[in-house]
């Protein structure tokens, strides 16, 4: 309490130099947990983090905020897993509640093809120690007694996996939370900067060039998700992702009911209820790919038909908002991080649907490698080079939909 | 209630002859036909509604127009009704929704008063409960015990029904005032077909609300519309403007979906509040909110108004509530140079150049304080009438694709660059007297300026949140959440625009400042309104109902439904082993390909051969992705030179059709994709006794040399002509019948009397699944995944390297076959009594996943556990041990095998 009576300056504002050590382009969550763990464990402290906007305008402030690891490849679940570790003890290590409401996550499944597949993840899971596990109807109806689970449903509910450690937390603050602790150790945020440009010589970065001038620096890294093609573009650095719009939507606030998060990938839905009271709600990502970002009716349609087949109580529950934000798609539904072909530029990119959960591990592995010149094993399997290698790790049996 | 009306006046819309009886808190109330909610409780003394989000002030009506959150109540379980637009219905059951244990007294406002200097500031929840951590989860219960407006009945249950209705006109009019009237019946004396939509129980906007004055030319505008035929919906709002002009209507249960040719908006203007000390309490109250009160509801509970306003809209205003009966005792007009002569020609005091400091009272105005240059005034009253000048309503233009932007000389949003077939007509176009704004300078007065009514935001909150970093309007926006409640920011944009933009000292219109953007629906809807009459389609083959009579457990299988077993699947699978078994595969995708290039096309599109088949056979192919991995499978019969037959698998029918379409029209070749799926049904009759049985219902020579193992020919079957397939995906002698779906039932009905001496048996899926086990036969989807390729997946032999033609995924199988397997697909076996389940994994020497199992099943015939797993090369040998996991923690102790389980060398196949 005593921090309320405090005066903070959380942001400041800066000019802008004329040269950093290393330059972040994208103020999102993940631009800035690789700032804060820059500065923070391997003491680099001349860092700009850039952004065309406001910090966390992108994905990180529009998105629904699941936290999970109960990835379908163990390279993925070992991954995710080590994120939220780190999310567990973020609001303490940032000195900033995020929220984290962690109460557990329920995918149900609606067909034995989808049982199968919870099977594997929850023995992908238990083998390499994140806490997940197939249930049945019976203690479905204990975890969450809201659910419909009687016949009654178009597509009844056979099976779900129930993943205790998963949540939701409050996605502003894990932006701000990062930032303001960079912006304490010096790191610059310079907000409404936008990059036109990156300078390579000889297959190195020089530096970039921006609305409100030329910065130098050798070390650049994009942290940009549904932009990354855009801004891999201008170093000609070749991605094999495409943007999709991704939509979400949220009720007016009511009396908490639903502490677990359910996701149905048959219905293409999601819900989880902040701890604010609001239900906020998605689907999977639009087919067509662009950067048209208008919301779409069909999609709260769709949602609202289906969300009352498995949860009817919402019938009178009202839906306030809907939006919608970029997602970078990749081929295997992995991300891609680490080292490019270009000298000095780094990726940070392919988080299509489930990206917000990776924001501290990302941070911590990024800076890892650029502390360290190595890149962690943790990340080794989501290099940009497994393309050419085409040794893909596939997710798209726990990302689909579950985001 | 009788007495706390004015006297009986043209244009009130309450009946007096009718009374209407509700509950509001477990009391009684009575009211008039033609009362809303609202002004029914008002009647009857009602000041508190509602209690705020986050401080639990007391709030009382404000807007009148559905605008404010003010008087959100629940209305016979359903939560957050606007009680203002809402009318009263005999025997509704009204309660309030944000307070504990009562309206009057709410425990939550109490505690915000006792810890005044930090209680509930903005930020606080994310500067407080962090430490220690593990006492989160006990202030998260807390928080959460604070959180929301309304309840959820948790055994809630639709049981009205719900509709929805697609619409087409040529003009869809939004707004009923006398713009959008006027430009309907403009547009429908053309000769059009117009529909206009109106929110609020009375057409007409502020002519409606506006007093005695406006009530000729409403009549007559309401006349006109009537005349040139335009269909009004009212009450009904639209739900927002989405792409291609999409605008949904709500009406009552009904949804309209229109499309209209021309969308006309004239959704008005939205009257804004003032912003000073205790501008929430009870008795302050928006000009056109009490206009409304006493104009339309001729509700009058007051001694003394004092009217503030920073434009003409409150001088208009004043004399308006003067001449409806209220005693208005001064206007404070924040303008100097305005002219007050009319107020003071009407006897009421003029304070030019007094702005709005705080009003009195603790749960209801007593008084009001104004100030000019150092000087305050206090007014004893107990109605607080604001207006802080008005603005468009232009969120339906910027949902629709059109821009908006600042005017810096009007200080409001107007609507800038339309989509096609938009226009905006009205005080929505920006065409009203230009608008007031907040005081430059928000006076200090110590108590609560509130800004958002919604989310109980204030002044204090904004700077706060501005001097801590969050330095523009999006990001003081997420900090504090103004803008962001129930109202979706009509309270509270252009006012938090300005206290924002006058704190940073930048232009209303700058980068930090900006507009943000309006987000659909337009107005709070339910999901039972959304959800409208919603269906699942479902897809059912020919002899669906003969399933569904004789056991058939029928079950999701993609989007149809399938029987899974008629009740006995072990016997099912013995039927088809000892004699004779039937299953309908109608659900496999059909699709003829035909033309001179159709063998080409093939060529192309398999990695194996099809240009090369004989007429009259059928081959078994597999279809590739551009990276190699396998898409889906299915059999090729070629029916002439050029013409072929192609199945695929149930759940990639449309996605091959796709796929088979998008490289016809790439590769521009001279043939064409029909997809037959559901005009064909397919039937497999399969058993050592399905020669036999068969043979009985045709004449063509089914016999071993006329007809072998892959034969494929046309055949009349009990009258019905058929494309007779000799495959076998189940193991034994087998016919596959592809006929037209019409003659389905009548073909199954005599394919099972002709095998009644065999004993014949329908079987379901899952015997379907088992048999095919045996075989080793794979389900693509199931024994493969997004990264299988042909190679790694155990048929080297169907991809054709040496073919002339490119075809897809050739360069990455090559790819794969310099590189080397890495992964195969192979058979396991486990005697010992266990049966893995599919999912669970092979597990590795270190204890982690190494494989992973995608089919088990325990075989009777064979007496063991048998499956197909991905293992790594090194683990693959014919013989290898392996174990498999179990989710009780054990393993499974199996042996890797390569050759199918039951009949290894086909002969029951080619029998
Ligand atoms: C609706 C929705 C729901 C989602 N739900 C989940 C979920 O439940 N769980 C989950 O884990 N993930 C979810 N995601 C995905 C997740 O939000 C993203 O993967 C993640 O936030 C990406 O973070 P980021 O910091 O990399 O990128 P962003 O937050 O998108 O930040 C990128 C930033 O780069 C800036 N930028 C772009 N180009 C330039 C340029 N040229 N110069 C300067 N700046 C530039 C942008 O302004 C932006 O601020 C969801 C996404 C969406 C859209
Ligand atoms: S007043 Fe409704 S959102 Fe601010």
């Not at chain 1, 390579?200 to 030329?214: F, L, M």
């Not at chain 2, 219960?141 to 029904?161: C, F, M, S, V, Y």
Request: charge should be negative; hydrophobic fraction near 40%.
């Amino acid at each position: 309490m005593i921090g309320l009576l405090k005066k903070h300056r959380y942001f400041r504002d800066h000019d802008l130099k004329s040269s950093y050590d290393v330059v972040i382009i994208g103020a999102g969550a993940h631009g800035l947990a690789t700032a804060y763990y820059l500065a923070k464990r391997h003491g680099i402290k001349k860092i700009a983090v850039l952004d065309r906007s406001y910090m966390g305008a992108g994905a990180s402030g529009r998105n629904t905020t699941i936290i999970r690891s109960n990835y379908l490849t163990p390279e993925g679940a070992r991954f995710y897993e080590a994120s939220v570790k780190l999310y567990e003890s973020l609001s303490q290590d940032l000195n900033f509640n995020m929220l984290f409401s962690q109460h557990g996550h329920l995918t149900l499944a609606h067909s034995d093809r989808s049982v199968n597949t919870m099977m594997e993840r929850a023995e992908v899971n238990r083998l390499v120690g994140v806490d997940s596990r197939v249930v049945y109807p019976d203690e479905i109806k204990d975890l969450c007694p809201q659910l419909d689970i009687s016949d009654h449903p178009t597509f009844p509910i056979l099976a779900a996996l129930y993943h205790p450690p998963g949540g939701v937390i409050r996605h502003d603050a894990v932006v701000w939370g990062y930032g303001k602790e960079a912006d304490k150790m010096g790191v610059e945020i310079h907000q409404y900067t936008d990059v036109t440009g990156i300078n390579v010589e000889n297959g190195k970065v020089t530096g970039v060039d921006t609305n409100r001038g030329t910065i130098h620096c050798d070390t650049v890294i994009s942290c940009v998700a549904g932009w990354s093609t855009l801004v891999c573009d201008l170093v000609g650095v070749p991605l094999p992702l495409t943007t999709h719009i991704l939509q979400a939507c949220v009720t007016e606030p009511v009396k908490p009911l639903l502490d677990k998060i359910i996701v149905s990938g048959t219905l293409h839905i999601y819900i989880s209820q902040s701890d604010r009271g609001e239900f906020v709600m998605g689907s999977e990502i639009e087919p067509y790919s662009g950067y048209s970002n208008t919301s779409t009716f069909r999609f709260i349609e769709d949602l609202a038909m289906h969300m009352i087949e498995l949860l009817p109580m919402l019938g009178h529950a009202k839906i306030l908002r809907q939006w919608t934000g970029y997602c970078d798609v990749s081929p295997d539904y992995s991300p891609i991080m680490g080292l490019t072909e270009v000298e000095g530029f780094i990726i940070d990119a392919g988080w299509g649907t489930y990206g917000f959960k990776a924001s501290p591990i990302v941070g911590f592995t990024i800076a890892d490698l650029i502390g360290t010149g190595k890149t962690p094993e943790l990340i080794q399997p989501f290099r940009w080079a497994r393309f050419y290698e085409n040794d893909l790790v596939s997710e798209r049996g726990a990302a689909a939909v579950s985001h | 209630m009788a007495e706390r009306r004015l006297a009986q006046r043209q244009g009130e819309l309450i009946d007096r002859s009718q009374e209407v009886s509700f509950q509001w808190e477990g009391r009684e109330v009575t009211g008039y036909a033609g009362d809303t909610i609202a002004s029914a409780l008002y009647a009857a003394g009602t000041r508190v509604f509602s209690r705020s989000f986050k401080y639990h002030r007391p709030r009382g009506l404000m807007c009148c127009s559905g605008q404010c959150p003010n008087c959100l109540v629940e209305v016979d379980g359903q939560p957050t009704v606007r009680a203002c637009m809402t009318p009263v219905e005999q025997g509704m059951d009204v309660k309030h929704l944000n307070a504990w244990p009562s309206l009057q007294r709410d425990f939550l406002h109490l505690v915000g008063r006792l810890t005044p200097s930090f209680g509930m500031q903005v930020g606080f929840y994310y500067k407080t409960f962090i430490h220690p951590r593990r006492a989160w989860p006990l202030y998260e219960k807390i928080l959460r015990n604070a959180a929301g407006l309304g309840k959820l009945d948790p055994e809630h249950r639709r049981t009205e029904r719900f509709d929805k209705v697609h619409r087409h006109v040529d003009v869809l009019v939004i707004g009923g005032g006398e713009a959008g009237l006027e430009a309907a019946a403009e547009a429908a004396e053309q000769g059009r077909h117009v529909a206009l939509v109106e929110e609020g129980l009375a057409l007409g906007g502020q002519l409606a609300w506006g007093g005695p004055r406006s009530n000729g030319r409403l009549t007559a505008l309401i006349e006109r519309v009537n005349a040139a035929g335009v269909e009004i919906l009212q009450p009904a709002y639209a739900g927002g403007v989405y792409e291609g002009l999409l605008v949904p209507v709500f009406q009552g249960r009904t949804m309209h979906r229109f499309r209209p040719a021309e969308l006309v908006i004239a959704t008005g203007s939205i009257e804004q509040p003032l912003v000073f000390g205790n501008n929430d309490l009870p008795g302050v109250m928006l000009a056109s909110g009490a206009r409304r009160l006493v104009n339309q509801f001729r509700l009058m509970p007051w001694e003394q108004a004092v009217v503030l306003t920073s434009s003409d809209e409150g001088l208009a205003a004043a004399l308006d509530l003067a001449d409806g009966g209220v005693n208005v005792l001064a206007v404070a007009d924040s303008r100097r140079g305005a002219d007050g002569s009319a107020i003071e020609d009407a006897g009421i005091e003029y304070l030019a150049g007094f702005q709005p400091w705080q009003a009195k009272g603790s749960k209801a105005v007593t008084g009001v304080v104004v100030t000019r240059d150092g000087e305050h005034r206090t007014l004893a009253c107990d109605l607080l009438v604001m207006s802080g000048g008005s603005v468009g309503q232009t969120a339906l233009v910027s949902q629709g694709g059109g821009g908006i932007r600042y005017d810096r000389d009007q200080r409001r949003y107007v609507p800038d660059s339309l989509p096609d077939g938009m226009r905006v007509v009205g005080a929505a176009a920006g065409s009203a007297a230009a608008a007031g704004a907040v005081p430059a300078q928000a006076p200090k007065t110590g108590c609560k300026q509130v800004v958002c009514f919604c989310e109980d935001v204030t002044t204090k909150d904004i700077a706060l949140s501005l001097d801590e970093g969050f330095s523009s309007l999006e990001l003081s926006k997420r900090y504090t959440t103004v803008t962001m409640g129930p109202c979706q920011g009509r309270m509270c944009h252009r006012n938090s625009g300005l206290v924002i933009a006058d704190q940073l000292g930048l232009d209303p219109d700058s980068q930090r400042v900006g507009v943000t953007t309006s987000r659909p629906p337009h107005n709070p809807t339910s999901f039972s309104l959304l959800a409208a009459r919603g269906y699942e389609p479902v897809k059912r083959t020919s002899t669906h109902h003969w399933h569904a009579e004789h056991g058939g457990k029928m079950l999701w299988a993609g989007d149809w439904k399938r029987p899974y077993d008629y009740g006995d699947g072990d016997s099912e699978v013995d039927a088809v082993h000892e004699s004779l078994g039937l299953i309908d595969v109608s659900t496999l995708g059909k699709l003829i390909v035909r033309g001179p290039d159709a063998a080409a096309f093939l060529e192309r599109l398999y990695p194996n051969r099809f240009g090369d088949m004989k007429l009259a056979r059928v081959r078994y192919g597999i279809v590739c992705g551009d990276d190699g991995s396998i898409i889906d499978d299915g059999t090729v019969a070629r029916l002439s030179e050029q013409e072929y037959y192609v199945t695929t698998t149930s759940s990639g029918a449309g996605g091959m059709e796709q796929w088979f379409t998008w490289w016809n029209a790439v590769w521009k070749m001279d043939c064409e994709i029909v997809n037959v799926t559901s005009t064909i049904a397919a039937f497999n009759l399969a058993g050592p006794n399905a020669r036999t049985a068969l043979s009985t219902l045709t004449d063509f020579d089914l016999s071993n040399e006329a007809f072998p193992y892959l034969g494929a020919g046309h055949a009349q079957i009990a009258g019905v002509p058929c494309l007779v397939l000799r495959i076998g995906f189940v193991g034994e002698l087998g016919y596959e019948l592809h006929l037209p779906a019409a003659a389905g039932e009548h073909l199954w009905e005599k394919l099972m009397e002709a095998g009644e001496p065999h004993a014949v048996k329908p079987f379901g899926l899952e015997p379907q699944r088992v048999l095919r086990l045996e075989k080793m036969h794979i389900i693509v989807g199931q024994d493969t995944n997004a990264e299988s390729n042909p190679l790694e997946a155990g048929m080297p032999w169907i991809v054709k390297l040496d073919k002339e033609s490119d075809w897809i995924g050739r360069y990455a199988i090559e790819w794969y076959k310099r590189r080397g397997n890495r992964l195969t697909l192979v058979g396991w076996e486990a005697q010992n009594g266990g049966v893995p389940i599919e999912g669970t994994q092979v597990v590795g020497a270190d204890g982690q996943p190494a494989g992973r199992i995608t089919s088990s099943r325990f075989s009777r015939r064979l007496g063991k556990a048998i499956g197909i797993a991905w293992l790594p090369v090194e683990q693959s040998e014919e013989g290898t041990a392996i174990r498999i996991s179990d989710p009780k923690g054990s393993t499974i102790p199996a042996t890797v095998t390569h050759k199918a389980f039951y009949d290894p060398d086909g002969e029951r196949l080619r029998s």
